[in-house]
Structures are given as structure tokens and as C-alpha cells.
């Protein structure tokens, strides 16, 4: 399984932008969608989950502001990015928890980041 991120960007503060995480490959199922991202000298840190279930968090800092969806059929998780702020200027990765069909076992898999830089 792989997942391929793209979407980031540089923006103007208050400005939207739309972060979009592919996983490709068979033999899975998809129990969980991820975003976290990463600032300059800090702790990689969660953002938003969207269950498969459909049932969605997201961390406090993000909260009306951003919107995680996804197409299950395409295996796809966006993040909706508005109101953006400096404070999020971070690299966003995207994360799933997967169940292999076979073996039942499960994973986490990482994508690479993208970049979103808010200038103020």
C-alpha cells in the first residue's frame, strides 16, 4: 500500500486550499484516514481522522476551520483547508490504518508530506 499526497502550496493567510491523499494497492481494507503535519522544529502532530465509518475528529486548532472527507470508492482523503492561518505553515502528512484482507493483520501506513506555507 502507498499513499501519494499532494495539494499543498503557498497561500495568504485567510486563504483555503485543498490537501488530497491517494492510496493505491490491493489486498486491503481502509479502517481509518489521517492528516498530521509537521512545523519547523516542532513535533509532528495530529490534525484530522475520518473513520470508515464515516464518524470524524479533528484536533482543536483546526476545528471549524478545516473539513476531512473521503471516497471510498477511489480511496481518496481531502483535507479542506480554510481560514488559513501562519500558525499553519507546517508539512501535512497524510496516514492510513489499514487491514491487510488475507491476514487480517493491520498497519500504519505514512505518505510523503506536502508543503502549506501561510504567509501573513
Known amino acids: 500500500v502507498q499513499l501519494q499526497a499532494s495539494g499543498g502550496g503557498l497561500v495568504q493567510a485567510g486563504g483555503s486550499l485543498r490537501l488530497s491523499c491517494a492510496a493505491s494497492g490491493g489486498g486491503f481494507r481502509i479502517n481509518a484516514l489521517n492528516w498530521y503535519r509537521q512545523a519547523p522544529g516542532k513535533e509532528r502532530e495530529f490534525v484530522a481522522t475520518?473513520?470508515?465509518?464515516?464518524?470524524?475528529n479533528y484536533a482543536a486548532s483546526v476545528k471549524g476551520r478545516f473539513t476531512i472527507s473521503g471516497d471510498t470508492a477511489r480511496n481518496i482523503v481531502y483535507l479542506q483547508m480554510s481560514g488559513l492561518k501562519a500558525e499553519d505553515t507546517a508539512v501535512y502528512y497524510c496516514?492510513?490504518?489499514?487491514?491487510?484482507?488475507?491476514?487480517?493483520?493491520?498497519?500504519?501506513?505514512w505518505g510523503q508530506g506536502t508543503q502549506v506555507t501561510v504567509s501573513s
Open positions: 496516514n492510513a490504518q489499514i487491514q491487510n484482507d488475507r491476514t487480517r493483520l493491520t498497519q500504519t501506513v
Open positions: 475520518i473513520l470508515r465509518d464515516g464518524l470524524r
